[in-house]
């Protein structure tokens, strides 16, 4: 079992104790000493690097028959959009096609909502697709290799028109300038998307473009208006020249997990070590500096194949949601009553964002009093920026003991602590 403490922002700084008493019926209760050090700083919201979900309360409204039901409908997004930004993830739709369809007024308006709340740095505004067949506004690099079909003519008007609709909205919103494109997934890049990329940007230039297609070359012609370049994250971390030219090119470079590759390497799913998503979002992030992160999906519920979880810990919950694979893309699973209930690896999600907060809040200290301090402490607290290799040394080669991180995540808290009494 795991309980959840949490500290309030406003907590003055020092040691707390109190007893935990667990009961149950016909057993005896056992009890248990707690201690807490609060320092003397407060964490920020959100994350230090932006991100990129995909957020799809169609999915929980559906599983809970309430799509029918606009007032419910809507009470239950608005709590998934807290209860996922209360995990530092910021609501948004990764994956949809562009339309000038007025209904699609509803996802704008749920991130003005997010941005009314300063928790909004994000956001789609379409997603390039690579699924589809000839006649259809969606687009496959797989079929269309000639850049002057006419197809490619009518899927470019389609963006432009989704866009001539939806920007002057964000505009008064006042989040215009948070949106990108997604583009083409996974799939290739060659000159059809090129050509779609360039006239997209011929008319939209402070729009960026992000893509997790395969790009070989930063310099070839297909990716000349690629601004965010997405790769999985053990490439990212076993290319470390093709992620500094792709930097020299001008571009951002992100990483992401999904079903693949296997475990151990990063992955969210159940098949990992419970300690891999804190790592991954805290100390590997520190390591090895990817611009953001990318994931595809945060409730991928399977409708009637799974049932409400109504008892625990042991449920009928069917953890499989892409063949073969447990809980990928399942971060919170359904409860009684409307209740989202977060996963023990959402939880090591959010702890591994506010391991990196301590590293980003540590590093602007040292910055800050780089010339009011003992050096022997400047030293140190620069020493501990550096993550070692005993916590992570690749995507596959990472500390399994959970004391090991948070002697680290103390030891730089307490530095920190020191740097701020200064």
Same mark, same amino acid.
């Given at each position: 079992?795991?309980?959840? #403490?949490?500290? %309030?922002?406003?907590?003055?700084? @020092? ?15 056992? &009890? ?18 932006p991100t990129a979900f995909h957020v799809l309360e169609p999915r929980m409204t559906g599983f809970y028959k309430a799509n029918d039901e606009p007032e419910k409908s809507q009470a239950l997004a608005r709590n998934l959009i807290d209860v996922c930004a209360d995990y530092k993830i910021p609501f948004n739709h990764l994956y949809w096609e562009q339309t000038t369809a007025d209904s699609r007024r509803n ?57 001539? $609709? ?21 799939? &290739?890049?060659?000159? *059809? ?9 011929? &008319? ?25 370049? *997405? %790769? ?10 093709? *992620?500094?030219?792709? /930097? ?12 693949? %590759?296997?475990?151990?390497? %990063? ?11 804190r790592l991954l979002m805290g100390m590997m992030t520190q390591k090895y500096r990817p611009d953001g992160f990318l994931y595809w999906g945060v409730i991928a519920w399977r409708g009637k194949q799974h049932d409400i979880i109504s008892y625990g810990p042991r449920t009928n919950w069917d953890s499989e949601t892409v063949a073969g694979d447990s809980e990928e893309g399942n971060l919170f699973g359904p @409860? ?59 995507? &596959? ?8 991180? /948070?002697?680290?995540?103390? $030891? *730089?808290?307490? #530095? ?5 009494? $200064?």
């Amino acid at each position: 079992f795991w309980a959840r #403490l949490k500290t %309030p922002r406003d907590a003055p700084p @020092g040691t707390y104790r109190a007893t935990l008493r667990v009961s149950a019926d016909s057993i005896a209760p056992y &009890s248990f000493p707690l201690l807490v050090n609060v320092f003397n700083f407060s964490l920020p919201d959100g994350t230090v690097l932006p991100t990129a979900f995909h957020v799809l309360e169609p999915r929980m409204t559906g599983f809970y028959k309430a799509n029918d039901e606009p007032e419910k409908s809507q009470a239950l997004a608005r709590n998934l959009i807290d209860v996922c930004a209360d995990y530092k993830i910021p609501f948004n739709h990764l994956y949809w096609e562009q339309t000038t369809a007025d209904s699609r007024r509803n996802y704008f308006d749920k991130l003005k909502y997010l941005h009314d709340k300063g928790l909004l740095t994000s956001f789609a505004w379409c997603t390039l697709q690579l699924t589809s067949t000839p006649g259809h506004s969606r687009f496959n690099t797989s079929y269309w290799m000639d850049p002057d079909d006419p197809e490619v003519d009518r899927f470019i008007t389609s963006v432009k028109e989704h866009l001539d $609709k939806w920007l002057p909205l964000c505009r008064e919103f006042g989040f215009a300038d948070k949106g990108y494109i997604y583009a083409f997934d996974e799939g &290739s890049l060659n000159a *059809v998307t090129a050509r779609i990329l360039a006239e997209i940007k011929q &008319s939209y230039p402070d729009i960026p473009v992000m893509t997790c297609g395969r790009l070989g070359s930063p310099d070839a012609p297909a990716v000349k208006d690629v601004d965010i370049w *997405v %790769p999985i994250t053990p490439r990212f971390i076993a290319r470390p020249e093709l *992620v500094a030219a792709n /930097r020299a090119a001008g571009r951002q470079v992100w990483w992401y997990v999904c079903n693949f %590759p296997r475990p151990p390497h %990063p992955t969210l799913m159940l098949d990992v070590p419970a300690i891999m998503p804190r790592l991954l979002m805290g100390m590997m992030t520190q390591k090895y500096r990817p611009d953001g992160f990318l994931y595809w999906g945060v409730i991928a519920w399977r409708g009637k194949q799974h049932d409400i979880i109504s008892y625990g810990p042991r449920t009928n919950w069917d953890s499989e949601t892409v063949a073969g694979d447990s809980e990928e893309g399942n971060l919170f699973g359904p @409860g009684l009553n409307y209740t989202l209930l977060p996963t023990i690896r959402v939880e090591n999600y959010r702890d591994g964002c506010e391991d990196h907060w301590y590293y980003e809040l540590l590093a602007r200290a040292i910055a800050n009093h780089a010339n009011d301090v003992d050096e022997t402490l400047l030293a140190e607290a620069k020493a501990a920026l550096a993550v070692p290799d005993i916590i992570v040394k690749g995507s &596959s080669e990472y500390t399994r003991d959970p004391q090991i991180i /948070r002697n680290q995540r103390h $030891k *730089v808290a307490s #530095l920190l602590e020191k740097l701020r009494q $200064k």
